[in-house]
């Protein structure tokens, strides 16, 4: 049976480039981010990169993928989720993601997931859950 676990992040580095020629929409961007986890995720800092759709100038779709170092309800180890979200003209993000299949190390070898944020403009944390499954 699956294990739950929860917590937060906060964002601690997002450096945003456009990638697509214009300034017309839609538009394409890479964003090169670092995260800090707590709870049941303890990841200081993270590495993700995103691919970013702008269908607007404040909507659109992305996916992206994440390294997390540190631990995972007391187990140590790395692992590597895919994310993949929307954004709205109101500032709410909506993301789910996925454990990457044999990308985790240390205690955390064998690791399959998946979890799932809202990150509502302006609010200093986002709140996760992950349910996951340890071989």
Avoid at 27 to 37: D, E, R
Avoid at 53 to 78: C, Q
Avoid at 105 to 132: C, I, K, M, N, S
């Amino acid at each position: 049976m699956p294990a739950q676990t929860s917590g937060h992040f906060t964002y601690a580095d997002w450096k945003e480039r456009t990638v697509s020629p214009g300034g017309t929409y839609p538009k394409l961007a890479h964003a090169s981010v670092t995260n800090a986890f707590s709870g049941g995720i303890e990841a200081a800092g993270t590495t993700c990169e995103y691919t970013i759709v702008y269908g607007t100038e404040k909507t659109g779709t992305f996916t992206g993928m994440e390294v997390l170092a540190g631990s995972l309800d007391g187990r140590a180890g790395t692992f590597v989720v895919e994310e993949r979200g929307t954004f709205g003209a109101d500032g709410t993000v909506h993301c789910t993601f996925e454990v990457v299949p044999d990308a985790a190390t240390g205690e955390l070898t064998g690791l399959r997931g998946t979890g799932a944020f809202t990150a509502v403009q302006g609010e200093p944390a986002v709140a996760y859950t992950f349910d996951y499954e340890l071989d």
